[in-house]
């Protein structure tokens, strides 16, 4: 499988230093269902079709195996079944978003991968904070509005790392 031409979608800049909330920079969109997210392009190493890989006994629904990048041994997490998206199907706009999460490489499957946007401080609201416990918005950083599109953006770093997703020493995690 090839990897897509993330030069053209990764478009290297000055992003702001890490604060408090959401901040202005470059995200890549991508879509899970029929909503859009964004995810720090900063975050992102590349982005592949879609390879079925091998599954890992007793692994969580959402941990659906590991692929060989390169000779660098991948777990691939199902962002869908992550975050409790019906299950769609896998067809040739299913990518794996290959991220590089404190210095650990994990893929994430999405149903596509739109575009990167550079979104202003201004274009970015905080996350609705909702009083449910069967909802959690922990890893959402805010809303990003583009003209007519709305953008839930993801703390990927953040979800990749969480201690439930298992992907990382707790070491590591911390």
């Known amino acids: ?10 478009q290297q800049g000055a992003v702001t230093a890490p604060s408090a909330g959401p901040k202005s920079g470059e995200y890549l969109t991508f879509r899970l269902g029929s909503e859009e997210y964004g995810i720090d392009i900063l975050k992102v190493q590349e982005i592949r079709s879609y390879e079925a890989p091998t599954r890992i006994a007793n692994a969580p629904d959402f941990i659906k195996g590991v692929v060989n990048l390169r ?15 019906p299950s769609a199907e ?8 290959v991220l590089n999460v404190k210095n650990r490489v994990v893929g994430a499957v999405v149903d596509s991968v739109s575009d990167v946007l550079e979104l202003s ?16 918005t922990s890893f959402i950083t805010g809303i990003g509005s583009v003209a007519d599109r709305m953008l839930i953006l993801m703390d990927i770093e953040g979800l990749m790392s969480s201690a439930e997703m298992g992907l990382m020493d707790a070491a590591v995690a911390a």
């Open 121 to 136: 401080r201004d274009a970015i609201k905080p996350a609705p904070e909702l009083s449910t416990s069967s909802v959690d």
């Open 90 to 97: 896998y067809n040739s706009f299913t990518v794996v978003i």
């Open 71 to 85: 000779g660098v041994i991948v777990p691939i997490v199902d962002l869908r079944l992550k975050l409790g998206c």
């Open 1 to 10: 499988m090839e990897a897509s031409n993330v030069p053209a979608l990764r």
